[in-house]
């Protein structure tokens, strides 16, 4: 099969890994035991994330040589356009009024997720979830229209989407998913100017890592020396 058209199976991962965590593992009643929903959603992500390396280790190849020089350079770039993330996000929040952004989180998941081995478990998903989402909206969606005046559109289009597919994480709250599209959007121009997925992939690694890997490390860490509760 042509690579490139082998590419576009790449679009039926995140929606696949959505079914079945959201649809799928509830027949099973999955849900009701946190660890074992932990550990299912998981390995189901891991997966995912295969299938698309799979799919796209030869393109991810191709774009790292060309990311690669002036690497250091590049990579405080990253550091700055993340921080607009963070900016992003509060702005647009400001703007969406409170009870508006209220959201649940079970007490069941909340008290696995205090523990520092299960805490970073969790953290693999985020850690992990920039590269299929980057390839689905960034460059699937994005990057492989020819038509500069589709692009634009589309680029509102897959914004929304990326922040539609956060709705789980927010308790279901759609009103909480704006400000992720609105960062969906930001990713998208930064992968238009650079014209390379790793600059909107990097940006969005750091992002996820300093917001659930790095404080589920740290805890990690601290309870080693007795200093968690």
């Known amino acids: 099969m042509d690579k490139s058209k082998k590419q576009w199976w790449g679009l039926l991962v995140i929606p696949v890994e959505m079914i079945i965590n959201f649809y799928l593992f509830p027949l099973f009643n999955i849900e009701k035991d946190p660890i074992i929903n932990l550990i299912s959603t998981t390995i189901l992500f891991i997966l995912g994330f295969l299938i698309m390396m799979y799919l796209f280790h030869d393109f991810l190849k191709a774009q790292w040589r060309l990311y690669r020089p002036k690497l250091f350079r590049k990579l405080l770039l990253s550091i700055i356009l993340m921080v607009g993330v963070f900016v992003i996000i509060s702005l647009v929040r400001g703007l969406i009024p409170d009870h508006l952004l209220e959201t649940t989180t079970t007490t069941s998941s909340a008290a696995v997720l205090r523990k520092p081995g299960w805490a970073v478990l969790a953290a693999i998903t985020p850690f992990l979830a920039p590269f299929a989402e980057e390839l689905t909206f960034r460059y699937l969606l994005l990057g492989k229209i020819a038509n500069n005046f589709l692009r634009v ?77």
């Open 153 to 229: 559109p589309m680029l509102i289009i897959q914004g929304i989407l990326f922040g539609l597919i956060h709705w789980h994480s927010f308790g279901g709250n759609v009103y909480a998913t704006i400000p992720y599209m609105v960062v969906g959007i930001y990713l998208g121009v930064i992968y238009l100017f650079s014209k390379n997925i790793w600059s909107s992939l990097i940006v969005h690694w750091m992002l996820n890592t300093i917001n659930s890997l790095l404080p589920a490390l740290f805890i990690l860490i601290l309870s080693f020396f007795g200093l968690t509760s």
